[in-house]
């Protein structure tokens, strides 16, 4: 069965501060990835997407970058936090089918 | 690009009766419909899904119902329990390389006792 862990589970930061989440699929190989923002109270909107190893595409631009060393890893950074960027971020797989299935995300508040 | 509306803010039912949360969607091109759940304070649970070759699928007693020419689709919870209080999310997407999902906004459900 496939699993996907997220971490860190929350994180509260500074404004001006660097940020790193990270993502980690098992049990499938050559996922899609994804990585969603949810502001509080508000609806999901996706961030990037990955198809395969070092290709990732951007959807929204919010000053946040993603990566994807490994197949099944997925991270998401940025040099320089904004109190905007407050809210739930959801890593999300896919088997290439229409199906796509969320992490646990992680709760980030930037103070 | 696609845009999902979410008619329903709020959904306040007793248990035993049905809930039903509408959803319309703008991109014709549009192919695969979700429904998510969100409990406070947690991730999204899938909880059932419609193609368009399909107007209707059920899964023990949630039922989605898709109208293509009105470019709608719903579900319907029926006979609700306390446990299906949460946020749902309807979604749409075109099944492109980058199943890029377009959620609407959420309804919260409360069923009270």
């Known amino acids: 069965a496939q699993t996907i862990h997220q971490w860190p589970v929350a994180e509260i930061k500074a404004v001006g501060s660097p940020l790193s989440l990270g993502c980690t699929i098992k049990g499938k190989s050559s996922p899609n990835l994804y990585w969603y923002w949810q502001a509080t109270g508000g609806t999901l909107q996706q961030l990037f997407y990955s198809i395969t190893v070092g290709q990732v595409e951007s959807v929204v631009q919010l000053n946040l970058s993603a990566s994807r060393p490994k197949d099944d890893q997925f991270i998401l950074s940025t040099e320089k936090l904004l109190l905007s960027h407050s809210g739930f971020y959801l890593c999300?797989?896919?088997?290439?089918?229409?199906?796509?299935?969320f992490g646990k995300g992680t709760r980030l508040t930037v103070v | 690009g696609e845009k999902v509306e979410q008619h329903e803010s709020t959904l306040s039912v007793r248990e035993g009766d049905s809930a039903v949360i509408n959803c319309t969607y703008t991109?014709?091109?549009?192919?695969?419909f979700p429904w998510y759940k969100q409990e406070a304070g947690k991730s999204l649970h899938f909880v059932i899904d419609i193609r368009s070759n399909v107007d209707r699928k059920q899964s023990q007693r949630l039922i989605v119902l898709l109208d293509k020419k009105a470019k709608r689709f719903s579900l319907h919870i029926t006979a609700t329990q306390p446990e299906d209080s949460a946020i749902y999310f309807c979604?749409?997407?075109?099944?492109?390389?980058?199943?890029?999902?377009?959620f609407g906004i959420g309804t919260r459900v409360l069923v009270r006792p």
């Open positions: 999300a797989w896919s088997g290439g089918g229409t199906e796509v299935f």
């Open positions: 991109d014709t091109a549009s192919s695969y």
């Open positions: 979604a749409a997407s075109m099944n492109s390389a980058g199943n890029k999902l377009t």
